[in-house]
């Protein structure tokens, strides 16, 4: 029996970001996407993020989709490593709400682009969605189960009703 080969790779600071980065796990899960999570952190296991980073392409990831939080280097080193793209979560923070692991993720200087996402929990999920469409180019049916999604999205929006006012 053959390994599965894993396209996407889900990686996070802490075990703290899981609240934030299930979201992504989720979406992956929901279509059938060959993925794996871990916690790689940039300041306390440099040496793995490295090893996590310069592994990627040889083992054949297609995304890495990095969530930290505060002074958020993780998806910006791991992007200088690897040709893999990286898409980055902002992580909630305790101080400063996750502004400041946004401003760490998006603003990388010219040269090394890390795709960054919005802060927090829909961040994660479109990070997720975004490496489904990514794989979807090349994999028509992934791309009919991705349309189907928006189909579903879309008639919920419709269903949806307001209450009275006042
Ligand atoms: C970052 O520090 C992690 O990504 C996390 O968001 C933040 C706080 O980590 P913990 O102190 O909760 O482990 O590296």
Known sequence: MSAVQVQVGVVMGSSSDWDTM??????????????????VSAHRMPDDMFAYASAAAGRGLKAIIAGAGGAAHLPGMLAAKTPVPVLGVPVPSRHLQ?????????????????????????????????????????????????????????????????????
Do not use: C
Not at 28 to 33: M, S
Not at 152 to 164: G, H, N, V
């Open 98 to 166: 996750g502004v400041d692991s946004l401003h760490s993720i998006v603003q990388m200087p010219k040269g090394i682009p890390v795709a960054t996402f919005a802060i927090g929990a829909a961040g994660a999920a479109n990070a997720a969605l975004f490496a489904v469409a990514m794989l979807a180019s090349e994999q028509p049916a992934l791309r009919a189960r991705l349309e189907a999604y928006r189909v579903r999205q879309t008639q919920a929006a419709r269903d949806m009703t307001l209450p009275p006012a006042g």
């Open 22 to 39: 299930q979201h992504a796990v989720a979406i992956l899960q929901e279509f059938g996407i060959a993925h794996e999570a871990q916690i």
